[in-house]
């Protein structure tokens, strides 16, 4: 029963910490990488230092316009992003998925949180993991010698 519980623990904050996965970090369904190689969007939970600007008001930016921001993802031009995606055949139903995801985004709630606060996160996580975990398999000694 206690492997159990821990399995769910485990489900729930990998769930909670990939609320914007499906969208913003997964590869694009014909192979072309995620916006999160190269940006952050730190209003979605990726505010990990990246090469590219972060992409939290770019709905905003761009006139809350959906057909220029799918127009621009197409083909931006920016040289080094057009170079990656020259030669990508995008479906339309992603572009228009990862608009709406844009327009759905708040950048005053951006986080800001610098990558040694994520680290810190992630140690704390692992603490409490750890924890959890000594909680669910720990020995029984009074059990044991009933046996």
């Known amino acids: ?31 072309s990488p995620s916006c999160t190689t190269c940006h ?12 590219g600007p972060d992409l939290s008001s770019l709905y905003i ?7 220029v921001i799918a127009d621009f993802i197409k083909a931006s031009g ?7 995606y020259a030669d990508s055949d995008i479906p339309d139903e992603e572009i228009q998925a990862l608009v709406q995801a844009f327009a759905g985004l708040n950048p005053d709630e951006a986080s800001v949180e610098g990558g040694s606060n994520i680290l810190i996160s992630a140690f704390a996580l692992f603490l409490i993991l750890l924890f959890i975990g000594r909680l669910v398999f720990r020995s029984n000694t009074q059990l044991e010698e009933n046996k």
Request: with cysteine; charged share 20%.
């Open 61 to 67: 930016d761009m006139g809350e316009d959906a057909e």
């Open 1 to 31: 029963m206690r492997k159990i519980i821990f399995l769910i623990t485990l489900a729930v904050l990998g769930a909670a910490t990939c609320a914007w996965a499906d969208i913003f970090g997964k590869p694009f369904s014909d192979g």
């Open 78 to 84: 920016i040289e080094p992003m057009d170079a990656v």
């Open 40 to 51: 952050s969007v730190a209003a979605g939970g990726y505010s990990i230092s990246t090469w």
